[in-house]
């Protein structure tokens, strides 16, 4: 008897419990308040009408499994949840509003919007739409490039699939002119004088001259960021190009060597120091980004790369964007990160790898050029610096 009306006691409120369930609930952690704000925001910009204060939405902290960033539970009202340890980790890096966004408006893409995961690619290759993720495609991480003139088209195509079939940046047409740059920076590597970096062999690497190229063979576990400091500094507003032919001769296909330019600070270990990257690795894949994001913008498949061959990298910055070639054909444009004046130039050794570099070569366009009476073959100091791998982190599942 006594056991029949505990179990009443504790039944019944249970009970009662599930059937008042409040459908209606409205409960969005502090961090999250922001993204589900824009997005009513952006729904209401294109006529559609969300107020889930009123019609009920939770969205929590979890413990996610299996590099799952966040996850939709179709239930009353709809109920998210982000990944906290993900969530910490992305926080500590440039770009955290735009990925968190990118996080909220896919998972509410899901519960609010009804969309289902979509896997398709943009001609360029991006992911076409932020509802990218679930089902792994080949190996692809879920890297997407959610910045500047993408963020828009993304946002537009998640509120109206058929939205944007041929966005502008994705075009496989290279829409500006590349013509009037002129040569400010040339290392041949043809001879010592044209080795740039001093000729040493020590514990760490070893620089040579092979053929006509620079060989630069790392003897340690990390990566290399191997770079020059050019003595005019480049503004912003300043259009340049730069290009180095590499070739990695390795049977390796995952890590990446590459170019990259920015800004390193005396006495940094360049883990998150504004420099630009653009790598590849020889298993075709193309990869770009800034070191102050927590990864790489996205990971493209390319044709045009030479696996363990050689492979020229040439970057246009023109305006804010950049605009990426391999081996001179064109393959993807994306805003350059970097707002300051920086002055440095280099390339990126995969750990103990060796790699093989000709004609490094930095032009300046001839409006600006003018104006900083640029010279040929100005002083470059030559530098050296361990850091860990570029592809550090990939973005979780959504
Ligand atoms: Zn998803």
Not at 4 to 12: A, G
Not at 87 to 100: C, E, H, P, R, Y
Not at 145 to 167: A, M
Not at 357 to 386: G, P, R
Request: charged share 20%; proline share 3%; net charge negative.
């Amino acid at each position: 008897m006594t056991q029949t009306k505990y179990f009443f006691f504790l039944i019944l409120p249970l009970l009662s419990l599930v059937s008042c369930k409040d459908t209606n609930e409205y409960r969005v952690g502090s961090e999250f308040e922001v993204y589900v704000q824009r997005f009513e925001t952006e729904a209401s910009a294109r006529g559609r009408t969300f107020d889930t204060k009123a019609t009920g939405l939770i969205v929590e902290f979890a413990d996610l499994k299996d590099n799952t960033a966040g996850l939709c539970h179709y239930e009353d009202p709809i109920r998210i949840e982000i990944d906290k340890t993900y969530w910490n980790a992305i926080s500590k890096t440039a770009g955290s509003d735009l990925m968190k966004e990118d996080l909220l408006f896919h998972e509410l893409g899901h519960g609010l919007l009804g969309r289902k995961h979509l896997n398709d690619l943009l001609e360029n290759g991006d992911w076409k739409s932020i509802m990218c993720g679930g089902d792994q495609v080949g190996d692809r991480p879920w890297n997407i490039n959610y910045r500047g003139i993408r963020r828009n088209y993304y946002v537009d195509e998640l509120f109206n699939e058929s939205t944007y079939d041929k966005p502008e940046f994705a075009s496989t047409q290279l829409l500006v002119d590349t013509t009037g740059f002129k040569t400010s920076y040339l290392k041949s590597f043809d001879s010592p004088d044209q080795s740039g970096w001093a000729l040493v062999d020590n514990t760490k690497y070893k620089t040579s001259l092979v053929n006509g190229r620079l060989c630069f063979q790392s003897k340690v576990d990390s990566s290399y960021m191997v770079y020059a400091t050019i003595s005019n500094p480049i503004s912003n507003l300043s259009d340049f190009s730069y290009e180095l032919t590499l070739e990695y001769p390795s049977a390796d296909q995952t890590n990446q060597y590459g170019i990259l330019f920015g800004t390193i600070p005396g006495g940094s270990d360049g883990v998150n120091d504004p420099i630009e990257y653009f790598t590849l690795n020889n298993n075709l894949k193309m990869f770009m980004g800034n070191r102050t994001w927590y990864s790489y913008y996205t990971e493209l498949s390319e044709s045009s790369i030479v696996a363990a061959g050689l492979n020229k990298l040439k970057v246009f910055k023109i305006g804010k964007m950049l605009y990426y070639f391999i081996n001179d054909v064109y393959c993807y444009q994306s805003e350059m990160e970097t707002t300051t004046v920086f002055n440095q130039f280099g390339f990126m050794v995969p750990p103990k790898g060796t790699v093989y570099l000709d004609n490094f070569k930095i032009s300046l366009n001839s409006a600006s050029s003018s104006s900083s009476k640029v010279k040929q073959n100005l002083q470059i100091e030559f530098k050296v610096l361990t850091t860990d791998k570029f592809d550090k982190n990939k973005v979780n599942n959504q």
